[in-house]
């Protein structure tokens, strides 16, 4: 790999990193001393605590005004390119994520709300979705430059009373000070095809403990797979789905255990279940047959669900359902 000169000498030289990371970091304080940037950042709390986002002004206009978003992103990235200038190797303390034809930079953050610049840029190939994903995350946005189009969707239907979700697809197009809103769980977006470079400024709220994320088919409301929306669970899920990937018979007592105990969440109990009946079916149709039989556990119908399809499609796993795991 070519390490370029002066990123290895940087590399090398502590004192020139400390100096990078504290003008970095006086370039943002700088920016967040701004009075209209620490009432954003106040009103971005309130909404963290539960405030109606109609009554925060100053978080409000971001997403309703193109003129006051632009001006707001323009003197953000004029205080930080200011800095870069002067230290062309200097590194944003900002979160920030990226992906093939996508970046987003986490601009404030407090509690379950956050502020994010969104970057979309145009895909060699461009595939119309089949599913729609909800999550529980309300979220406001408004296009500050560029063009693109896709798709907005409305679930008329909630899919968690076990009926198939009704999903309204809209062709939808983005073009500067375009401003979009999403209920939690009620509607979602998709960008297909990128014309010109897409920015987006987005807010969004998620609750401390999110309902589980559903992703619907579009052309008949199904129940693709449902994520939970609370990210020690999405851990716990990992956890097992690795220990079940070692197929080690060790693993599936402590994961029949994990799979039986209801103050853990659902769906990384549920991962549990396919994990053993993954290593040892016989002990997998036992732990249904223990769940099933569990009135108030809320893996008692999916468990009866997936007892009947396993004993339709292998009934010498009948002997098995009614013996303890």
């Given at each position: 790999?070519?390490v ?5 000498m940087?590399r090398?030289?502590?004192a020139s ?22 009432e954003?950042?106040?009103?971005l ?21 193109h003129?006051?978003?632009?001006d ?26 990226s ?19 969104c970057?979309y840029?145009?895909a ?11 999550a ?32 309204d697809a809209?062709?939808?197009v ?7 809103t ?19 400024l987005?807010i ?6 999110p309902l ?12 693709a ?18 220990l079940?990937?070692?197929?080690d018979?060790?693993?599936?007592g402590p ?25 040892d079916s016989?002990?997998?149709m036992?732990?249904?047959g223990?769940?099933?039989?569990r ?15 396993l ?7 009948r ?7």
């Amino acid at each position: 790999m070519h390490v370029h000169p002066d990123i290895k000498m940087l590399r090398s030289d502590l004192a020139s990193q400390l100096r990078s990371q504290a003008a970095m970091k006086a370039a943002l304080d700088k920016w967040f001393g701004r009075e209209d940037v620490a009432e954003v950042q106040r009103e971005l709390s309130r909404f963290a605590d539960g405030a109606a986002f109609a009554d925060l002004p100053s978080l409000a206009a971001l997403c309703r005004d193109h003129g006051a978003a632009s001006d707001w992103i323009e003197r953000f990235c004029g205080t930080l390119i200011h800095a870069l200038r002067g230290d062309t190797l200097g590194e944003v303390p900002l979160r920030h994520s990226s992906n093939a034809g996508f970046a987003r930079l986490q601009l404030m953050k407090s509690g379950g709300a956050t502020l994010s610049l969104c970057s979309y840029e145009p895909a060699e190939e461009t595939v119309v979705p089949e599913t729609a994903f909800f999550a529980d995350c309300e979220t406001h946005e408004i296009c500050i430059a560029g063009k693109a189009n896709g798709y907005f969707y409305t679930r008329e239907l909630d899919c968690d009373a076990g009926h198939p979700a009704t999903v309204d697809a809209q062709p939808y197009v983005w073009n500067a000070g375009d401003r979009m809103t999403l209920r939690a769980r009620a509607n979602a977006r998709h960008i297909v095809a990128v014309e010109r470079s897409l920015l987006l400024l987005q807010i969004s709220r998620s609750p401390p403990h999110p309902l589980p994320s559903h992703e619907i088919r579009v052309s008949d409301g199904a129940l693709a797979s449902q994520v939970s929306g609370d990210k020690r669970a999405s851990e716990l899920v990992m956890a097992l789905s690795v220990l079940g990937a070692l197929d080690d018979a060790r693993a599936i007592g402590p994961m029949v255990q994990f799979a039986r105990d209801a103050g853990h969440d659902a769906n990384a109990r549920w991962e549990a279940v396919r994990q053993v009946l993954a290593i040892d079916s016989v002990r997998g149709m036992k732990l249904l047959g223990e769940l099933s039989a569990r009135s108030r556990d809320i893996l008692m119908q999916p468990a009866m669900q997936l007892q009947t399809q396993l004993l339709a499609a292998e009934p010498a796993l009948r002997t098995f359902k009614n013996e303890p795991a």
